[in-house]
């Protein structure tokens, strides 16, 4: 929907602006008007350059009521900041009750009109379409993502102004609504960032830091949008686990509209009184969400001050926020793990340079036992491993001395495929691992790797789980869901609580959402960033293919990793500067940003600490 789209008929003319090395161009037209014909579907506008800005025209005199509906659609997807042009095709009272802001519905295409619902006459003075489409999408109030099926049918109608004979919109649905593309162009995802509630999970003067993925418009300001919504507090799905360190009530001061870095790339935040009275650890905590949350945004942000009316409360620059708060992994992983063709536990240097195999100190690294998975604890301490029947899981530290204990889980699945999955470490030092057995299929937890585990309970759970990763953050984990032909990824919230005069928590994984709901078939997937995933699998009736995909379920920004054929297991670290390493049909191969496969070895089951 925009200047340079092709075709359809009842289009409104576009402005757009285009910045370039000549300086600012304005761009504008008008399309000729049809005076008769059914309404045509609103196309979907091709991805434009980031830097164009596309402006809706007006509605022009006497224009039709299929131009007006055309006209409206095309202004939601501009880029004017508070959809004012599109307000002058609604009356003046729906202008007033309707709120864009309360959500947006992405479609496969743009929206289209069913034109066999047309109800009333042209030469009458009320006239009500049917705004139609595939959804694919849905952004609330929070601007948070969620995927959506089926079919959307919204009802339009208009009416004749008596006085001055224009056709005007007096009832529409509420939100705005456009297609895939043009959500594309229009918004970018964001993370915005709190502290994760569970005391286990970092330290008092370390919290750890959890994304809180949201999507913002693109050209309309981002980084204050970004600011503003992170003073709002987290979306309604993180919320139960998270934390905010700015008191309540806390907002940009009065008659604050923008926020802009100087040209040293410190931004000034102004805050509300709310904000005045806190300590140098509380606001240092508030600086750096402020700034983990704007760091991918442009123009960049170095440094964060935060003020109070004329009282300097704190700053701090992107060189400490690790002095206020862990994000992602508390430290960058030393190896990257798999197993020889002698089942034995092997490591290489973590990066693009490490060639060279050798086996971890311990009984991992002897061969003793025939494995087939394996997990390394994040401070690449302690390992876990599933023999290579699947039926037992065995932990032992990554130390010189001592041999390989009793199994500390075992499974009592018929056959390999039914027994144990491969395990993982989340940050409190705690072990997550599925038990596929038909007759009792199970999630466990087994604290700090050992004791009896805790079930952990998933009231919406419908399949059985194939594969297990949890976060960095600790407080959310990623499911492989095997049911019947199909197999998906899922992303549950993780929820610990102390019942009064219980020993152990109750572990929970609530609010399963989908990630990946294009792909039929998951064959590997692992954590690939704050709330990005990478994740091979196979479309309905397509062949494997390799993406990232958002833990909210839309897709990132950016090319997809370079294909990889016969791909069975996956492992990628928190940062894009160390390689995604894989298991495939070549053996262990690694991935540097950028570039393509190179095999490095033969082994299997690769992973980095987690």
Same mark, same amino acid.
């Given at each position: 929907?925009?200047a340079d789209?092709?075709?359809g008929a009842?289009?409104?003319?576009m ?5 370039g090395v000549?300086?600012v161009?304005?761009l504008?037209g008008?399309a #000729?008007?049809?005076?008769s014909?059914d +309404?045509s579907g609103v196309?979907?506008t091709p ?5 164009v800005r596309?402006?809706a ?10 131009d ?18 599109a307000r002058q095709?609604l009356?003046?009272?729906a ?14 295409d ?5 034109s ?6 042209e030469?009458?003075n ?19 993502? #969620?995927?959506?099926?089926g079919?959307?049918?919204?009802? +339009? @109608?208009l009416t004749r102004?008596k006085k ?10 509420q ?7 043009d959500f594309?162009r229009?918004?970018l995802p964001v ?10 999970a970092?330290t008092?003067s370390h ?5 809180d ?12 949008q ?5 003073l ?19 907002e940009?001061?009065k008659?604050v509209?923008?926020l802009?870095?100087?040209d040293q790339?410190?931004?000034t935040v ?8 806190v300590?140098?650890h509380?606001c240092?905590?508030?600086a750096a969400q402020v700034?983990?949350?704007l760091?991918?945004?442009?123009p960049a942000v ?15 620059s ?5 002095a ?6 508390a430290r960058?992983p ?5 197993l020889?063709?002698k089942?034995?536990?092997v ?5 693009n ?16 036992r025939?494995?087939k998975?394996?997990?390394v ?8 491993a599933v023999s ?8 032992a ?10 199994p500390v889980?075992t499974s ?5 495929k039914?027994r144990?999955t491969?395990?993982s470490?989340?940050? @409190?030092?705690?072990?997550?691992i599925?038990?596929?057995d038909?007759?009792d299929?199970?999630?466990?937890l087994?604290?700090q ?7 952990v309970k ?7 789980i194939q594969a ?7 407080v959310r +984990? ?5 049911k019947?032909d199909?197999?998906s ?5 993780i929820?610990?609580r102390q019942?009064t005069?219980e020993?152990?928590?109750t572990v ?18 692992s ?15 397509g062949v ?5 995909v958002?833990?909210?379920? #839309?897709?990132?920004e950016g ?6 054929s ?9 940062s894009d500067?160390?390689?995604? +390493? ?5 053996g262990?191969?690694r991935?540097?940003?950028g ?5 490095v070895t033969?082994g299997v089951?690769p992973?980095?600490?987690?």
């Amino acid at each position: 929907m925009g200047a340079d789209r092709e075709g359809g008929a009842g289009r409104s003319p576009m402005r757009v602006l285009a910045y370039g090395v000549c300086g600012v161009v304005l761009l504008s037209g008008c399309a #000729s008007m049809p005076d008769s014909g059914d +309404v045509s579907g609103v196309d979907s506008t091709p991805r434009q350059d980031t830097q164009v800005r596309v402006f809706a025209m007006p509605p022009p005199d006497n224009a039709l009521p299929s131009d007006i509906v055309s006209g409206f659609l095309e202004a939601l997807t501009s880029d004017d900041p508070n959809y004012s042009t599109a307000r002058q095709y609604l009356t003046k009272e729906a202008s007033q009750a309707w709120r864009p802001g309360q959500s947006s519905t992405v479609l496969a295409d743009g929206p289209g009109i069913d034109s066999n619902r047309l109800g009333g006459r042209e030469d009458g003075n009320d006239l009500s379409f049917t705004l139609t489409g595939k959804k694919v999408a849905r952004v609330d109030s929070q601007q948070a993502y #969620s995927p959506a099926s089926g079919v959307y049918n919204a009802p +339009v @109608h208009l009416t004749r102004d008596k006085k001055t004979n224009q056709w005007r919109i007096d009832r529409l649905p509420q939100g705005v609504v456009m297609g895939k593309s043009d959500f594309q162009r229009n918004y970018l995802p964001v993370n915005k960032y709190y502290f994760a509630t569970n005391a286990a999970a970092g330290t008092a003067s370390h919290p750890t830091a959890v994304a809180d993925p949201v999507y913002v418009r693109r050209r309309v300001d981002p980084m204050t949008q970004m600011v503003r919504s992170l003073l709002n507090g987290p979306t309604n799905w993180l919320d139960p686990v998270v934390r905010t360190s700015f008191p309540t009530g806390t907002e940009l001061q009065k008659g604050v509209n923008t926020l802009t870095p100087d040209d040293q790339n410190r931004l000034t935040v102004p805050l509300n009184a709310k904000a005045a009275k806190v300590g140098t650890h509380r606001c240092t905590e508030m600086a750096a969400q402020v700034l983990f949350t704007l760091q991918n945004l442009t123009p960049a942000v170095d440094e964060v001050e935060l003020r109070s009316g004329d009282e300097q409360l704190c700053s701090l620059s992107e060189d400490q926020p690790g002095a206020a708060a862990v994000r992602g992994t508390a430290r960058d992983p030393g190896y990257v793990y798999f197993l020889d063709d002698k089942s034995r536990l092997v490591r290489i240097a973590a990066g693009n340079n490490g060639t060279k195999a050798e086996p971890v100190p311990g009984a991992l690294g002897e061969g003793s036992r025939a494995l087939k998975s394996v997990a390394v604890s994040r401070d690449e301490d302690t390992g876990a491993a599933v023999s290579g029947d699947g039926k037992d899981l065995y932990v032992a530290p990554l130390a010189a001395v001592g041999s390989l204990a009793n199994p500390v889980l075992t499974s009592r699945g018929k056959t390999e495929k039914d027994r144990l999955t491969a395990p993982s470490w989340d940050s @409190h030092g705690d072990l997550w691992i599925a038990d596929r057995d038909p007759d009792d299929p199970r999630l466990l937890l087994l604290e700090q790797g050992r004791g009896e585990p805790v079930v952990v309970k998933i009231p919406e759970l419908d399949g059985r789980i194939q594969a297990v990763r949890v976060a960095a953050d600790g407080v959310r +984990v990623a499911l492989v869901v095997a049911k019947g032909d199909k197999t998906s990824l899922v992303i549950g919230r993780i929820e610990r609580r102390q019942e009064t005069g219980e020993d152990r928590p109750t572990v929970s994984v609530l609010e399963l959402r989908p990630a990946s709901p294009e792909l039929e078939s998951v064959t590997a997937m692992s954590w690939a960033g704050d709330s990005r995933l990478v994740v091979a699998g196979r479309e309905q009736g397509g062949v494997q293919t390799m993406r990232y995909v958002q833990a909210d379920g #839309s897709t990132p920004e950016g090319p997809a990793p370079a294909a990889l054929s016969g791909i069975k297991e996956i492992t990628a670290a928190d940062s894009d500067s160390l390689p995604m +390493v894989a298991y495939s049909e070549d053996g262990i191969v690694r991935l540097q940003s950028g570039a393509q496969w190179q095999k490095v070895t033969d082994g299997v089951a690769p992973v980095y600490p987690g």
